[in-house]
C-alpha cells in the first residue's frame, strides 16, 4: 500500500464524477499524473467564528472508526475549531452514553448498528437503501435530541466471501449464483451468524440456500479459514484491509438486497450543533464525500497492514482530497 495508490483512487472518483457530468478532465504539459490528489472542487476555510467554540469528537475501538474520527476532528480543526478527541470509546452503547452525557460532541455511527442497537429495530427490518435507512436513523435521534448527518458513500456492511478462484471455478459473482451449489460448500462465520439477516438466517429464509455445514468462528479468523482452505465461503465486511490489499479474495454481489445497509452518519449532540453553527455540518458531510468502499478499504489497510497511525492516514487522505492543505 502506497500514498500513490490512495491518490489514485481519489482522483479516479472525480473522473468519474467529471464525465458522468459531461466535462472532460485532460491533462496539460505539466500534468503529475494526477499524484497531487487535488481531486477537491472545495477546500475547508478556517473561519474566525469557530474559534473558542470545542468540539470533541469520539469514536468506538476499531481500526475504521479511528480513521474516521481522526478524519473528522482534523477537518473540523480545519475549519478554525477547538478541537479534542476520545477515539477508543469501546461499543456503540458506550459511545452513545458518552455523546448522550456531553463527554463527546459527536462519532460517526453506522445506519444500520444505530437502529438495531438503539432502536430496536429487526435486522430483516432495516432497510437495504442507504437513503431510506438514514432518514429512519436521523428521525430516530431527533426524538433523542441528537442530530445524524447525511451518510457517507460507503456501506460497511457483512458480506459473502469466497477465494477468488474458488469463485472462477463455480462461476459466482452475486449471492443468486450460489443456488444448486451451495450444498455442497462449508460456511463459516461469527456465532450470531445464525441470528442475522445479513449473514445465515438471510442467505438461508430470503435466498433460500442451504450449506454442507456452518461453522462458528471468531471474526478475526475469516480470511486466515478461506487461505488454509478449511472454509469454501466466509462472512467478511466489505471495506475490510485485505480486500483492497489483495485480488486473492472475491465477495459476491448481495443482488437481492437482503443485507442492510451499513453506511456512515456522523451522530452530534444538538447543543454541539446549535453551538458550532452550519460549519460543522457542512464540514463533515463535506469531507466524508470520497469515503467509498474502496478507499476506506485502503485507509483501512495503511493502518492494519503497513501499521500507519490512523491521524497520519486521516491527513493523507484530507490532504489528497483536497479538503485541506498539506
Known amino acids: 500500500?502506497?500514498?500513490?495508490k490512495l491518490s489514485r483512487l481519489l482522483f479516479?472518483?472525480?473522473?468519474?464524477?467529471?464525465?458522468?457530468?459531461g466535462i472532460a478532465a485532460c491533462g496539460d504539459d505539466d500534468d503529475d499524473s494526477g499524484d497531487s490528489g487535488d481531486t477537491s472542487a472545495e477546500t475547508i476555510q478556517s473561519n474566525p467564528d469557530n474559534e473558542g467554540i470545542e468540539l470533541t469528537v469520539g469514536s468506538k475501538n476499531f481500526t475504521e472508526q479511528f480513521v474516521l474520527g481522526e478524519i473528522y476532528a482534523q477537518a473540523f480543526e480545519a475549519a478554525g475549531y477547538d478541537v479534542k478527541t476520545d477515539l477508543?470509546?469501546?461499543?456503540?452503547?458506550?459511545?452513545?452514553?458518552?455523546?448522550?452525557?456531553?463527554?463527546?460532541?459527536?462519532?460517526?455511527?453506522?445506519?444500520?448498528t444505530a437502529l438495531t442497537s438503539f432502536f430496536d429495530v429487526p435486522a430483516e427490518e432495516v432497510p437495504n437503501d442507504a437513503q431510506q435507512a438514514v432518514d429512519d436513523t436521523q428521525a430516530q435521534f431527533e426524538e433523542q435530541?441528537?442530530?445524524?448527518?447525511?451518510?457517507?458513500?460507503?456501506?460497511?456492511?457483512?458480506?459473502?466471501?469466497?477465494?477468488?478462484?474458488t469463485a472462477?471455478?463455480?462461476?459466482?459473482?452475486?449471492?443468486?449464483?450460489l443456488?444448486?451449489?451451495?450444498?455442497?460448500?462449508?460456511?463459516?462465520?461469527?456465532?450470531?451468524?445464525?441470528?442475522?439477516?445479513?449473514?445465515?438466517?438471510?442467505?438461508?429464509?430470503n435466498y433460500g440456500l442451504t450449506f454442507k455445514e456452518f461453522v462458528p468462528i471468531d471474526i478475526a479468523l475469516r480470511y486466515?479459514?478461506?487461505?488454509?482452505?478449511?472454509?469454501?465461503?466466509?462472512?467478511?465486511?466489505?471495506?475490510?484491509?485485505?480486500?483492497?490489499?489483495?485480488?486473492?479474495?472475491?465477495?459476491?454481489?448481495?443482488?437481492?438486497?437482503?443485507?442492510?445497509?451499513g453506511n456512515v452518519t456522523f451522530?452530534?449532540?444538538?447543543?454541539?450543533?446549535?453551538?458550532?453553527g452550519p460549519d460543522m455540518e457542512e464540514t463533515a458531510e463535506l469531507v466524508q464525500g470520497n469515503l467509498t468502499n474502496e478507499v476506506m478499504q485502503e485507509l483501512n489497510a495503511r493502518v492494519d497492514l503497513d501499521k500507519e497511525d490512523p491521524a497520519d492516514v486521516a491527513h493523507d487522505y484530507l490532504t489528497e482530497s483536497g479538503y485541506v492543505g498539506g
Request: aromatic share 4%.
Open 1 to 4: 500500500m502506497t500514498r500513490s
Open 179 to 205: 443456488e444448486g451449489v451451495s450444498e455442497d460448500l462449508t460456511l463459516y462465520g461469527s456465532p450470531e451468524c445464525r441470528q442475522r439477516v445479513d449473514c445465515l438466517v438471510g442467505l438461508e429464509e
Open 224 to 261: 486466515e479459514v478461506l487461505d488454509k482452505g478449511d472454509a469454501d465461503l466466509s462472512i467478511l465486511f466489505t471495506t475490510d484491509a485485505q480486500l483492497s490489499e489483495s485480488d486473492d479474495y472475491t465477495t459476491l454481489e448481495d443482488d437481492q438486497e437482503v443485507f442492510p445497509a
Open 12 to 21: 479516479s472518483l472525480v473522473a468519474c464524477a467529471l464525465l458522468a457530468l
Open 88 to 112: 477508543n470509546l469501546g461499543s456503540e452503547q458506550i459511545a452513545l452514553k458518552a455523546l448522550e452525557d456531553g463527554e463527546i460532541s459527536g462519532y460517526p455511527e453506522y445506519t444500520s
Open 267 to 276: 451522530v452530534a449532540s444538538q447543543e454541539a450543533v446549535d453551538e458550532a
Open 145 to 165: 435530541g441528537l442530530v445524524a448527518f447525511d451518510p457517507t458513500p460507503l456501506n460497511s456492511a457483512n458480506a459473502v466471501g469466497l477465494l477468488t478462484e
Open 168 to 177: 472462477e471455478e463455480l462461476d459466482v459473482s452475486t449471492i443468486s449464483d
